[in-house]
């Protein structure tokens, strides 16, 4: 999380995130960095 924290408020705004296992505590990330999280279709890979 450090690495996001880093980023210039005005240019972390969100974050997406793939569908896999290593991102099952997103929301600790979200509440942390205070962005807002997404999550990709696994059907639309474009």
Same mark, same amino acid.
């Given at each position: 999380?450090d690495i996001f924290r880093?980023? +210039?408020?005005?240019?972390?705004? @969100?974050?997406?995130?793939?569908?896999?296992?290593?991102?099952?505590?997103h929301k600790?990330?979200?509440? +942390?960095?205070?962005? @807002?999280? /997404?999550?990709?279709?696994?059907? +639309?890979? /474009?």
């Open positions: 999380m880093r980023l +210039a408020p005005e240019i972390r705004k @969100s974050i997406t995130f793939e569908n896999g296992r290593e991102f099952a505590k600790r990330v979200k509440e +942390a960095c205070k962005v @807002s999280t /997404w999550f990709c279709d696994a059907y +639309a890979s /474009w």
